[in-house]
């Protein structure tokens, strides 16, 4: 029988996976209590059907056994205890099939390495105290965090240093650690420093950089971006989660302030009202009712995109950045099929054929985040689409194995419990969905110098009552200063903030592909559909989104009009002009925009040669024509680069460098390089020199890298008519992001465009 079960793994959890994907829709509550239901799945206080003929049940609240047509395939236990560990605890409910998986999930071996989920578990969960500590100084080098890196890119292509920092302050407000929270002022001056001189976006005051979940495993972009166009890109999660990081600092110093202590946080360049009016200018979007995944493109002319990133949406609703009438609309809009929330809706490519990383976490930040939504019907399928994900993981044969650690923990302490956590104590804003009546107990919950029990009856998010020992307390908090056993009671009365709300039960959409666009000249175009159809598997509710023939035009980052298909020409008009064409699908999504196209007057352009006030030369490139053209700069030569610059006009200029984009092999030590910008001694910025990803070669094999050139992303300067000097200078930030003997450029030339009014 065993070999026939591990036969079996594989087929079943295709089986269960296929009537996921068949599910398109999901059903509308019952109004029955006690079930969690869909087209896909129903959940009991006993079972999961799969509705494939594959059932789960509960043997009691330790074991599951799994059922195929009413025959046992197969019983998966828990393993040892996990509420003996730091950050588990015991739970039961109503639920013996809820309480059963808490307890197989406790049960699995704790891992002893980080991953780029690490810092979002920590951030969930920051009970685990000792443990959490530990994974997070295993990241910090030389007072910064390591950063995330992938095949093709790192720091400051990818921006990850903010879910640490979250997950640092949650932890010390959980150990009250001085020393934590000494490394964690420290840790974030140094990272909100960095970022002031390397990725603030100068017209927008916002922080650019993409989340490593966006490049990898989900390569949301169109093939057309480069590491350059990865640069100039602005996202929501990284400004959002950047906001969690100062809005958690500012109130542990406040609390500490009121306790007459110091905590010797660091006073941080931006403050967190300033950064969150800028968000939500720059990223709500009230069409929607949501916020855009990011603005993209040139830095003066940021373009939008059509697409919300549900990872970040969850985490700013965690922190607290959303008004409450945006989390509303939030949870009522973005689309809830019956496996769960997609990172990003509408879909950007082409279907997941399988489950991903980011799609567990997102289905475990966005049932936490649901809690605080006052949506039951969208509270209730995000409870739903966990459970049956947890339930569906024993099927493969790997006994609850995730990819996202403790899932239904996490729901435990941020949704049913509602906990968030301060310098000074634990807040508790509780909500129970509609399908999972009863009471539910967490026990064995160690906080600083206590152990909790938190009973809870009840279902909605209304407290009728909240007592502690048997007292009642209004705030519904709990203070740090306690020490001992205590026991906190908890009665919801069945209500919710937003009774009337509903959710979008039903699959996401995919983003339409850009346009195909060929320029036979600087001002003519020929405009026509993507050749890269969106595809769905059948019956994986997706729309099939191949765009309406329909394209807007894009100038200098303004929709001016829409154009069919075909031919284009653009008009003169004397000044700089940035032309980008996007995809108008039938569903109203837009798509990504086609590469941008840059057309410069020549009376608005300036060229500067390095060549002729550098050293030339280099033994890097072997071609002896090529080398003559290229400037190498390292740490020790050419540290310095200065060039004289007679400008004609007074305005704002864009500052561009030319460079061979590769230095040959790709490694992780030689990704990136940077180089300040100064003009008349003036700071302007730091140019990101990034490596072009050697898919670039894979497409293009008769190009050899010394050929594979780019453009910086632009710096933005203001220059009046007259003499001036440019300077470029060897930057060298921490060794954490950059190995400073890898530090190198081989540039040719340096140009400017004067950029309209």
Partial sequence: MRGSVRHAAGWLAAIVLAGAAAGCSRERPSGRPGDLRCAAYSITPDSIDMHTGVTLHADGDTAIRIMVEGNTLRRVTAGPSGAASRGSFGFTSAFPVFDALL???????KADVCTWLTPYELFLNPFVGAEGERLLHSRLRNGYIVPAATRRYDWPVINDNHPWLLAAAELYNITANRASLARLGDVAQKVTELEEQVTVNPVTGLTGGVTRYMVAPDDIFPQWFTPGELTECTTFAVNAMRWGVMSSLRAIDASMAMRNERSHLPELAADPDSLRRRIFR???????????????????????LSASDNIAQSVAILTGLPLPDMTASIAASVPAPPTGVEPFTPVPGAPSSSPSESQALVRTLWSAAMARSGNDEAYNAAVGALIYASGSALLSGSDAAQPVRAPLSALVLRGFCGITTAFDGLHFSPSVPSGMPGEMTVSALRYRRCQLTVTITGTGNNVTSFTIDG??????????????????RIVLDGTVANPSARATLTAPSA????????WATPRLATVSPSAVAVESDPGDGRLVSGGSGENFLWLDGVITESVPSGRYALAQTGQTTMVQFCNVAENRYISFSSAPHLVVPASSMIELRLASVAKGGTRIIEDKRLRADFVESNRYKNRRIRLPLHVQRTGRYAVEVHYVNGLGIVNPRRRTALR??????????????????????????????????????????ELTEGEHTLEMAFYQPSPVYIDPENNIVLADEVRLYLLPD
Avoid: C
Wanted: charged content about 10%.
């Fill in 103 to 109: 307890r197989i999930e406790q049960g699995m071996p």
């Fill in 282 to 304: 720059h990223f709500w979007n009230p069409a929607e009712g949501n916020f855009h995944a990011m603005l993209y493109g040139h830095p003066v002319w940021q373009l939008p």
């Fill in 471 to 488: 007292k009642e307390t209004p705030q519904h908090f709990f203070p740090a200063s306690s020490e001992g056993e205590h026991h906190i």
């Fill in 511 to 518: 983003l339409p592909p850009p346009p195909s666009v060929v």
């Fill in 676 to 717: 300040s910008l100064s003009v008349d001694g003036h700071r302007a910025g730091v140019l990101v020199f990034t490596q072009l990803s050697p898919m670039a070669w894979d497409s293009a094999p008769e190009h050899h890298w010394q050929t594979l050139t780019a453009f910086t992303a632009p710096l933005i300067v």
